[in-house]
């Protein structure tokens, strides 16, 4: 028996996993990856380089509109930074993205839960009302908002005939009318990433919990909600992310009457033409995003304990 295990060793000791295989052959996966880092070199650092650079950059009005490469200085953060008009921006911007935010998890995670209980017909219906807003056209979507959110429009007759307002409803070019479209918007794929992430919960865990005497309340506190902190903060990040930047819902419900960092960059390349000033802003966006984005994963690792046992 010994002789034959000795024997065998060699052989174990040649087989090796893709892992081990790929590590030790480095052109091979590099080869693959490759064409990918082409593209992501490309399309997205050599633009942002460019941005940094114009935003740093000052613009001749004089003579032309276009950047003057050769002189840099902080002129156009200062005056972002100094003019309350630009201070209000941001501050609109951080609340349209954190109430979309917390008004998308508020509908889609129940809804997300239940579709991971229920079977048959009800859990296609479910999903069929989920997923049907992504195959109508943002426009098309938006501006039947519109339409419903008009003084006297079909919101306002439904409220009036119930007695609940008397005169024309001011919800239209309001926060709450942009955070609500903005959540209808994104509730699709919230639904799907949290859906995703409670599928990977085993039941045993819950059954476990409901053995050893938790209640339903203390079992979803301590058990469903840690372990699927991955899909919230993922679906966190991606509508805080898209509403942020959003500017066709914000400019098509609210036009001016909510400034927002998206109209700003549209109006000061597009009539204004100051292109350092839109690319300050733009990379100020950029910065946000990227903060906060840093800041929930590490908030999700520490509030998973990723690494002290198994997250599914």
């Given at each position: 028996m010994r002789a034959r295990m000795s024997d065998l060793s060699p052989a174990i000791d040649r087989a090796a996993t893709p892992t081990q295989e790929?590590?030790?052959?480095?052109?091979?996966?590099?080869?693959?990856?490759?064409?990918?880092?082409?593209?992501?070199?490309?399309?997205?650092?050599?633009?942002?380089?460019?941005?940094?650079?114009?935003?740093?950059?000052?613009?001749?009005?004089?003579?032309?509109?276009?950047?003057?490469?050769?002189?840099?200085?902080?002129?156009?953060?200062?005056?972002?930074?100094?003019?309350i008009?630009?201070?209000?921006?941001?501050?609109?911007?951080?609340?349209?993205?954190?109430?979309?935010?917390?008004?998308?998890?508020?509908?889609?995670?129940?809804?997300?839960?239940?579709?991971?209980?229920?079977?048959?017909?009800?859990?296609?219906?479910?999903?069929?009302?989920?997923?049907?807003?992504?195959?109508?056209?943002?426009?098309?979507?938006?501006?039947?908002?519109?339409?419903?959110?008009?003084?006297?429009?079909?919101?306002?007759?439904?409220?009036?005939?119930?007695?609940?307002?008397?005169?024309?409803?001011?919800?239209?070019?309001?926060?709450?009318?942009?955070?609500?479209?903005?959540?209808?918007?994104?509730?699709?794929?919230a639904v799907l990433i949290l859906a995703a992430s409670l599928q990977n919960i085993s039941p045993d865990k819950i059954n476990m919990a409901r053995v050893l005497g938790s209640g339903v309340y203390r079992t979803f506190l301590t058990i469903v909600l840690p372990l699927t902190m991955p899909g919230v903060v993922a679906t966190v990040i991606l509508v805080f992310a898209l509403s942020i930047s959003s500017y066709l819902v914000p400019a098509l419900i609210t036009g001016q009457q909510v400034m927002v960092l998206p109209i700003a960059i549209f109006s000061y390349t597009s009539y204004l033409l100051n292109w350092t000033l839109a690319a300050a802003i733009s990379l100020i966006l950029l910065v946000i995003v990227a903060g906060i984005t840093f800041g929930l994963t590490i908030l999700a690792n520490r509030l998973t304990r990723r690494g002290e046992w198994e997250i599914v």
């Open positions: 790929l590590r030790a052959r480095p052109t091979q996966w590099g080869a693959l990856v490759a064409p990918m880092l082409v593209l992501v070199f490309i399309f997205f650092v050599i633009p942002i380089l460019y941005l940094l650079r114009m935003s740093f950059a000052e613009q001749a009005f004089a003579k032309s509109v276009v950047p003057i490469f050769g002189v840099y200085s902080l002129e156009n953060f200062a005056e972002i930074f100094g003019d008009f630009f201070l209000d921006m941001i501050v609109n911007s951080l609340i349209v993205g954190t109430g979309t935010v917390v008004a998308t998890l508020l509908i889609s995670y129940p809804i997300a839960y239940y579709l991971t209980l229920t079977r048959g017909w009800e859990r296609t219906l479910i999903l069929v009302a989920c997923l049907l807003p992504l195959f109508v056209n943002i426009i098309v979507a938006v501006l039947g908002w519109y339409i419903l959110l008009l003084p006297f429009g079909v919101i306002q007759n439904m409220l009036s005939a119930l007695g609940l307002i008397d005169g024309p409803l001011g919800a239209l070019k309001s926060f709450w009318a942009l955070i609500t479209v903005l959540t209808y918007e994104h509730i699709p794929f």
